[in-house]
């Protein structure tokens, strides 16, 4: 991609935020060393259009910017046709199925039905050199996907197509971050991720801090709430219908909400309200006055859907409910309050029901956010990218004691201590000698260090707890389960499934302190283990052969130098699922102990 030249300097063009330019600059640079599918990231409200615009008109060679409803396709189009440029429709929801321009907007729903007809080989202006697909949270793994079969089909036309996505909300339900790598020198996303890199973020609380965006005001709602906490994801990660509608079909609690609602929105230009169910919705639509609200599902017919969005817009209509189908590619300015009568499955979702309230309007200051179902996100608050652990679980901080990268993982803490920590590995990028990078460069790999791990028995490397082969030398893992089942065969071998784990500060038969920790299985059997901790050499030792297992925020300094110190910090430590000991002599000794267990065998805690 290049500047295509001065015929672009007697154009009057749209001016670009700095923000704007420098997404731009980001992209270009990228995709000038490199093939890599990249990601921009811009909250709701920034203005993606307007940097898709600028990239196409910036191309040399041929673009296709790909949207999944009308709307967004129709917005993008026109923020290009402000630079006094034309450029091509494929949409069968707008009428319109073009594709002999240099730059295209579509629908993906239209264009993989229509393949090769938007390819045509024949057209004037060669195969397509940049491929730009917004809201780009949408795009899966599965390779039979849309999107997907659309990328396949222009690389095998160009085999260095360039792949951008844009996004307000860069991960999806179930798979956490959609990039690899982002430019800050940090790992997100697993190796696997179609988008590899993240080439540009604006923060969400810097676009309001600048004035950019409206400031999301959350009040707590006064009156009672809808109580979906014993609710459980289908097996997509989303609520289903049925399950929602036993949780507010009929509630009392809902005239007094929408009383409440419409009290504060009395000095509000535009109200959004999300519903759980259509049946909710229509219940709620009951409640608010006839002639200033109206409802949108997803069965609501194309002609009258437009028809009830344009009053809203024109503020013929002050309420506008709906099931699910306004969270992305919908654009009224004027929303200055936002109502969720509904459970949000994830972070990103919230985000997208928030962003409807954020842009800018003549006469708004803020945007009140009202949530009547104890949704649990923060609207400024990074996604971690696996899934929330336990409720009791927030984002910590853990530095990586060899790169010194700040990981962000799902944790506890007590005060300012993180006591536990779920990360696995750091996220830290670095260069080839290991040292830490702060923005991703070529040549940058994921650094070494693991908070968790399993040792391969052949060359001693440090794997992934859920890893099957040694990624360093291929050998197949043992499986946690194959260790259990040969213990269980050998007469002098116990296995306990561990219960409990009791920490002692004592003295040996010599009278010197000693640590002994002892684990009880279900059936009152016990095994246990003695550490001294006298010199630095008996520190490190326990250090490697005990902390390193046992502490529940890896990586963050536990250096107790005495058993007394071990016992006063039992609440940082977890006991493991399983230990195996054999018998020497009279005696039984420790030979494994197995932690973060996924196996066919009943761990103690399952059965709480």
Request: hydrophobic share 40%.
């Amino acid at each position: 991609m290049a500047v295509a030249g001065a015929k672009f300097d007697q154009i009057s063009t749209p001016t670009l935020r700095p923000y704007q330019q420098q997404a731009v600059a980001h992209v270009v640079s990228h995709f000038r060393r490199s093939d890599d599918p990249a990601v921009v990231v811009l909250p709701t409200g920034s203005g993606k259009s307007l940097v898709i615009a600028e990239l196409a008109r910036l191309a040399k060679g041929r673009v296709l910017v790909l949207a999944h409803v009308r709307e967004l396709v129709e917005q993008n189009h026109a923020k290009y046709l402000a630079y006094g440029l034309e450029a091509d429709i494929f949409s069968a929801g707008l009428g319109r199925k073009e594709s002999a321009r240099q730059v295209v907007f579509g629908s993906v729903q239209s264009v993989v039905r229509h393949l090769d007809a938007v390819t045509d080989e024949q057209n004037a202006h060669g195969p397509f050199t940049l491929l730009v697909i917004d809201e780009c949270h949408r795009v899966s793994l599965e390779a039979s996907s849309s999107y997907h079969r659309v990328i396949d089909h222009l690389r095998q036309r160009n085999a260095s197509l360039k792949v951008l996505g844009l996004t307000a909300t860069p991960y999806r339900l179930g798979q956490g971050f959609l990039y690899h790598r982002h430019h800050h020198g940090m790992v997100r996303g697993d190796e696997d991720c179609f988008f590899r890199d993240c080439v540009f973020e604006q923060p969400l609380r810097l676009m309001v801090r600048q004035g950019y965006l409206a400031k999301p005001v959350k009040i707590d709602a006064a009156v009672a709430r809808y109580d979906f906490s014993r609710l459980v994801p289908g097996s997509t990660g989303i609520y289903r219908e049925e399950d929602l509608n036993r949780v507010v079909a009929g509630h009392r609690a809902t005239p007094g909400i929408i009383s409440e609602v419409m009290e504060r929105a009395a000095d509000r230009q535009g109200v959004m309200l999300f519903a759980a169910s259509v049946a909710h919705a229509e219940e709620i639509l009951g409640y608010l006055p006839a002639a200033d609200a109206a409802l949108i599902t997803g069965a609501t017919a194309g002609d009258e859907r437009t028809r009830i969005i344009d009053a809203f817009k024109a503020k013929r209509l002050k309420y506008l409910v709906n099931v699910s189908v306004l969270t992305t590619g919908f654009d009224a300015p004027h929303v200055d309050l936002i109502a969720i009568l509904r459970p949000t499955e994830s972070v990103g979702l919230y985000q997208q029901i928030v962003g409807r309230g954020l842009r800018l309007s003549p006469g708004k200051q803020d945007c009140l956010i009202l949530d009547y179902a104890g949704n649990p996100w923060d609207l400024y608050a990074p996604e971690v990218g696996s899934p929330r652990p336990d409720s009791d679980s927030e984002p910590v901080q853990v530095p990586c004691p060899q790169c010194g990268h700040a990981n962000l993982f799902w944790g506890k803490r007590d005060g300012e201590l993180v006591i536990e920590h779920f990360g696995r590995r750091c996220q830290g990028l670095v260069d080839a000698q290991g040292q830490a990078l702060t923005q991703a460069e070529p040549g940058a790999r994921q650094c070494d260090f693991r908070f968790r791990f399993k040792t391969c028995g052949d060359c001693g490397a440090e794997n992934d707890i859920a890893g099957r082969r040694c990624h360093g030398c291929q050998a197949l893992l043992v499986d946690a389960d194959d260790k259990l089942r040969d213990a269980l065969k050998l007469k002098d071998a116990r296995v306990l499934r561990v219960s409990g784990m009791q920490l002692e500060a004592t003295t040996n038969g010599r009278g010197l302190p000693r640590l002994k920790v002892t684990y009880h299985d279900e059936d009152g059997a016990s095994l246990s283990e003695w550490f001294a901790l006298e010199t630095p050499a008996q520190r490190r030792a326990f250090t490697a052969i005990f902390l390193r297992d046992h502490a529940r925020a890896p990586g963050v300094e536990l250096a107790p130098s005495t058993p007394q110190q071990v016992c006063d910090d039992q609440h940082r430590l977890r006991a493991p699922d399983f230990v195996v000991g054999r018998k020497v002599g009279r005696h039984w000794q420790i030979r494994e102990k197995l932690f973060d267990y996924r196996g066919r065998y009943r761990t103690a805690d399952s059965a709480q």
